[in-house]
């Protein structure tokens, strides 16, 4: 296959995250291209929409794969209404408001969130804890390595889009994969979707192996 046919792959990362996160995702180099989309800082009450549309504008190719990785699946959800795609493809994630979990609609209706974003710029462990739904033990490095955009007004949008995502109807042809331990967007709340067995909300790192095996059969088959 040549250069111009290979299937060119955008992957967006959580929130937060960098593209380290897909360190382990390798695809076979004869039929994909992979690209690595990373976080543009909001502007002022800037909506998903808009900022959706904004990272349209890296993508250089022609019907590409989509993927996102949690509130990176949001976001490239949010992208597909811009631009024609080949697939899309949800990781750790959810496809419409109802699956978000019970503490996020809470977090909607106080409005308690509001006081999270500047103590998650100064404090690794609740902003990983926030993020990934992990507690830092011995992992600081690792959290340090991946969670690197710790801009204030980011986190504070992030987290506002998130708990306020409006989405009622998801994309019928979107491929929605979930670890059935996420602690983040948990399975109960969660329908259509391709389970990976102990996967949580970080298995893009840790279970790498299960995606470099089946992302490629997923992309390449028939919808």
């Given at each position: 296959?040549?250069?111009?046919?290979?299937?060119p792959v955008?992957?967006m990362?959580?929130?937060?995250?960098?593209?380290?996160i897909f360190?382990?995702?390798?695809?076979p180099?004869?039929?994909?291209?992979?690209y690595f989309?990373?976080?543009?800082i909001?502007e002022?009450k800037?909506?998903l929409e808009?900022?959706?549309?904004?990272?349209?504008?890296?993508i250089?190719?022609?019907?590409?794969?989509?993927?996102?990785?949690?509130?990176?699946?949001?976001?490239v959800q949010?992208?597909?209404?811009?631009i024609?795609?080949?697939?899309?493809?949800?990781?750790?994630?959810v496809k419409?408001?109802?699956?978000?979990?019970?503490?996020?609609?809470?977090?909607?209706v106080?409005?308690?969130?509001?006081?999270i974003?500047?103590?998650?710029?100064?404090?690794?462990?609740?902003?990983a804890?926030?993020?990934i739904?992990?507690?830092?033990?011995?992992?600081?490095?690792?959290?340090?390595?991946y969670?690197?955009?710790?801009d204030?007004?980011?986190l504070?949008w992030?987290?506002?889009?998130?708990?306020?995502?409006?989405?009622t109807?998801s994309?019928?042809?979107l491929?929605h994969?979930?670890g059935?331990?996420?602690?983040?967007?948990?399975?109960?709340?969660?329908q259509?979707?391709?389970a990976?067995?102990?996967?949580t909300?970080?298995?893009?790192?840790?279970?790498?192996?299960?995606?470099?095996?089946?992302?490629?059969?997923?992309i390449?088959?028939?919808?």
């Amino acid at each position: 296959m040549s250069k111009k046919s290979k299937i060119p792959v955008y992957f967006m990362p959580g929130m937060a995250a960098n593209h380290l996160i897909f360190d382990g995702i390798k695809l076979p180099e004869d039929t994909f291209e992979v690209y690595f989309l990373e976080w543009l800082i909001p502007e002022f009450k800037e909506s998903l929409e808009h900022y959706a549309e904004r990272l349209t504008e890296n993508i250089r190719h022609e019907n590409p794969v989509l993927i996102g990785v949690s509130f990176g699946g949001i976001v490239v959800q949010e992208m597909a209404k811009f631009i024609k795609l080949r697939k899309l493809i949800i990781i750790s994630s959810v496809k419409h408001e109802s699956e978000l979990p019970r503490r996020i609609k809470f977090a909607r209706v106080t409005r308690v969130y509001k006081l999270i974003p500047t103590k998650l710029v100064k404090n690794i462990e609740l902003l990983a804890k926030f993020a990934i739904g992990e507690t830092v033990v011995n992992r600081m490095d690792l959290y340090q390595k991946y969670l690197s955009v710790r801009d204030p007004r980011y986190l504070s949008w992030a987290i506002h889009q998130i708990i306020n995502w409006k989405q009622t109807q998801s994309n019928l042809e979107l491929i929605h994969i979930q670890g059935d331990k996420d602690k983040v967007f948990p399975v109960i709340n969660i329908q259509n979707f391709i389970a990976v067995k102990g996967g949580t909300h970080i298995m893009i790192v840790n279970r790498f192996k299960w995606f470099n095996e089946f992302l490629p059969l997923l992309i390449t088959e028939e919808s």
